[in-house]
């Protein structure tokens, strides 16, 4: 679910029209999904954009959508690495 929710364009596109409110929303159930995987960083980030959201402050959540990206991408390096061993 983590990676449906961070690559497709939902968030950024909420957070270009200005839709905080649903961005916050988004972020919240990113947060969730995280949070089943223990991705502590991750699950940081995403509530401070659940928060920003929830406070309609879209300069935040902009500057947050780059970190979210960042912290996917080294969860899913971590993911597959973890799978690798396991085999």
Partial sequence: IIKE??????VEEQIEASDTANAG???HTLKGSAANL???EFVETAFE???AGRNGEL????GLMPVILEKYQ?????LQNWLR???
């Fill in 5 to 10: 929710k961070v690559r497709e364009p939902e």
């Fill in 25 to 27: 929303i988004t972020a």
């Fill in 38 to 40: 223990s991705a502590g």
């Fill in 49 to 51: 954009m659940e928060q």
């Fill in 59 to 62: 300069d935040e959540l902009q």
């Fill in 74 to 78: 080294e969860l899913r390096v971590q």
């Fill in 85 to 87: 061993e396991a085999r």
